[in-house]
Structures are given as C-alpha cells and as structure tokens.
Nanobody, 125 residues
Framework: VQLVESGGGLVQAGGSLRLSCVHT????????IGWFRQAPGKEREGVAC????????DYPESVKGRFTISSDKTKNTVYLQMNSLKPEDTAVYYC???????????????????WGQGTQVTVSS
C-alpha cells in the first residue's frame, strides 16, 4: 500500500487549499483514509477521515465547518478541501490508511499502518 499527498503550499489567512491523496495497493476490503497534521513541536493530530464503504466522515472541532474530506474511488484519491485557513493550520499534512476499520471515527494513530510522505501547508497572517 502506498499513499502520495500533493497540493500543499503557502496561502494567506482566509484562503483555501485542496490536498490530494492518491492511494494504491488496497486491493479489497473496507478501509478508512485519514488526514493528519503535525506542526513543529506538537503531536500529530487527525483532522478528517472518510470510510471507503460506509462513506461516513469525521472532523475534530478545530476544523469542523472549514475542512471537507471527499473521495473519488475511480481515481483512488481522497481530497481535503481546506477553507478559511488560519495561521494555526500551518503544519505538515499526511494521509494514512487504516485497514482495520470499516467506519470513520477518531481511531488511534497506531491503527493507521500506511502513511504518505506529507505535504507542507503554510498559512501566513
């Protein structure tokens, strides 16, 4: 299983970015794709997830209403649309696959067995 993120960059506060995560190698079964971020000196935190089969999504309060996760199964791609960005959203953003779960929820990070390399998002004030 491989995941590759793209779409990061520098944006002003209030702006938008769309991140993409192309995943390959998940041949069968249900899975969850999550987006995470890690800022310097902080722990990695989840910002969104989506279930491959049930289709449910989940967000923490810090991004709810601003971030939207979606998927295009024909392209094996999961997107993270980020609107109304704030300087505190600055971080490296990662996507990851959880092959242990069928529905999306705040699952432990160690359940996500496959990770991308990350893409930097910088929001200037």
């Amino acid at each position: 299983v491989q995941l590759v993120e793209s779409g990061g960059g520098l944006v002003q506060a209030g702006g938008s970015l769309r991140l993409s995560c192309v995943h390959t190698g998940i041949i069968f079964g249900d899975y969850v794709i999550g987006w995470f971020r890690q800022a310097p000196g902080k722990e990695r935190e989840g910002v969104a997830c989506i279930s491959s089969s049930v289709g449910n999504t989940d967000y923490p309060e810090s991004v709810k209403g601003r971030f939207t996760i979606s998927s295009d199964k024909t392209k094996n791609t999961v997107y993270l649309q980020m609107n109304s960005l704030k300087p505190e959203d600055t971080a490296v953003y990662y996507c990851a696959a959880n092959l242990m779960r069928r529905t999306c929820a705040p699952h432990p990070l160690n359940e996500y067995g496959y990770w991308g390399q990350g893409t930097q998002v910088t929001v200037s004030s």
